[in-house]
């Protein structure tokens, strides 16, 4: 199994930025794709980003040119910086971890965009 660990969710006014990171407990340059999603109140979990391990990067088109992923494969981190934040941002997010033919979760972390 991999575990997954999200930390950097808090509370931001609109406008606003915050980094989101996640651990991994096994190595993630062998990891098909890292990756985020979020779910807020009333709907279904959707992706955010996502990273391969060969480093291409895909986005929803909500957050296409406000969002980075990023990875620390040394660390075994995977990294979301969000700018430019909206109120609609506010969701849970999930770190996501894709191995093999199984996919992992983190707990979330809470993100809430005030306006």
């Known amino acids: 199994q991999v575990q997954l660990v999200e930390s950097g969710g808090g509370s931001v006014q609109a406008g606003g930025s915050l980094r989101l990171s996640c651990g991994a407990s096994r190595s993630i340059v062998v990891m098909n794709a890292m990756g985020w999603y979020r779910q807020a109140p009333g709907k279904q979990r959707e992706l955010v980003a996502t990273?391969?391990?060969?480093?291409?990067?895909n986005y929803a088109d909500s957050v296409k040119g406000r969002f980075t992923i990023s990875r620390d494969n040394a660390n075994n981190m995977v990294y979301l910086q969000m700018n430019s934040l909206t109120p609609e941002d506010t969701a849970v997010y999930y770190c996501?971890?894709?191995?093999?033919?199984?996919?992992?979760w983190g707990q979330g972390t809470q993100v809430t965009v005030s306006s």
């Open positions: 996501n971890a894709r191995w093999s033919l199984s996919y992992y």
């Open positions: 990273i391969s391990s060969g480093g291409s990067t």
